[in-house]
């Protein structure tokens, strides 16, 4: 028989249970939970698994957990029981009735103390149990004896897909368990496997990695927040280059440095797997940082990529867009850099690549004022950007084809996308992306992808004609009703004057009147 006992006919004097720490139910009246059951057992609907835990409650002596109850009668596909502080007796209850269960495919436990004890009851149960695929028993503190039994059972061929054993305070001695796991050939099943918020450092690192670089089976690996640094993390990260199966890896919160970021950057060239990374945390330097932005320019696979936490700099983000725009095999949609301050280019240039790319999607802090950055006007819409420019040019007395070569740093008379941005934001002239998509529409005359020369000086000289001649024309009308309005001025103070002369003034009337 095993630790729990049948599902159905398990031990009710099992010598075990008066040496466990059981919650006594000293209110609880027998009848009252012998006519429970019966009401229960009554109805064609109950499921036989309900009866059977609460049965198991009443042997062990502890309360019923109602959620439990609730989600066997409804035969739940998931089961969620996280901070109800079950323990050990609890979860044997629990095991008791999953045995039977078949109707069950997740099964979370997270956070319920059940230590290495309860994880022998759910394994016993598993062993017998023919549906659950997914388990979480994260916060249980199960420890190293906890782990063996976990790691034997599902080498032993079991069913389980998804494994979460974050936070149970595993050991670099621990980490042995589950290289072995992960190098087995009959953990094939076995898809996704948290570790996270556990404490392996250079050992534990070193034994994962060996089992990261044979292992091809795996598709979803979190060791974040642990304790990864210097040989640890670096093994870590060089057998992310020979494994070709992971999908999803989450190093944050380590300690991979600039060491591990090489090698990470190295991976992401090369890998064609991986579509999910975080390494966010890491103590990377603006060094790791311009790694990883140059092995962008390479990568096809990627959806995801955080980076919050380190060191990347105004100019870092700026150049990781850069890198983004020049590969235009990029599958990226995701890029976290944390609260990251950035500055108008970015926010100029993340616009632009939106316009091409819908899907991507940036994270960032608050944009800060550069020293070349004119913020006076940054998003007020101009409804004509042509025209803009074109007052911009006869404000300043220039002509277009200065402005072309000022545009044109690299002098191959082209003007491209990235060129004219620059140069917009050079002669303080900010327009929104939409704006610059319609302006570069309207000078790239034939669609070529660029603007030449000719296409610049011809549309703006004519621009510049119109937008010439309308000022001369407004000018001359401003000055023709000028005059006019002086000539009537004029008038108007020459009758007023000849009107007083024609009048006495009060000094003259006095004496005519003494006379």
Known sequence: MSAIGSAYDFDYTDPTVSNMEVEVLPAINANRDEKQMNNYASSE??????????????????VPCTPFVESLKENNERISLQHYNLGPVGVKAVAIAMTGNIWTT???LEDNAIG???????????????AIQRLNLSENGIGTEGAKVICDYIMSGSRITNLHLKGNGFKDSDAEFFATLLKSRTCANLKELNLSYNGFSDKGGCHIASAIESNDTLLKLDLSWNHLRRKGALSV?????????????????????DEGAIVIAAVIKKNE???????GFNRISKMGIGKITNALKCNTTLKTLKLSGNTITLIGSVAMLVALETNPLSALDLLDLGNESVTREFVDHLEDLQLERPKLRVIHGPMVRDANANLVNIGKADLNPAKALTDYIVKNQLRPGDLFHRFDKNRDNKISKS??????????LPMSANERKVLYSDLDKNDKGYIDYSDFVGTIQQLVSEERRKRVKLALRTTLIASRFTSMMRRSKARHNAGEAGKPTEGVQTEANDD
């Open 273 to 279: 797997t991986l579509t999910y990374l975080d390494i």
């Open 106 to 108: 997740y099964l979370n």
């Open 419 to 428: 060129d004219l941005r620059h140069g917009l934001r050079e002669i303080e």
């Open 45 to 62: 609907e109950v499921p036989q698994c309900c009866l059977t835990y609460l049965k198991a409650c009443q042997m062990l002596r502890i």
């Open 116 to 130: 290495s004890e309860g994880t022998k009851y759910i394994v016993d149960m598993l062993k017998e149990n023919v």
């Open 237 to 257: 990260c060089k057998a992310l280059k020979v494994n070709s199966c992971l999908t999803y890896v989450d190093l944050s919160w380590n300690g991979l440095a």
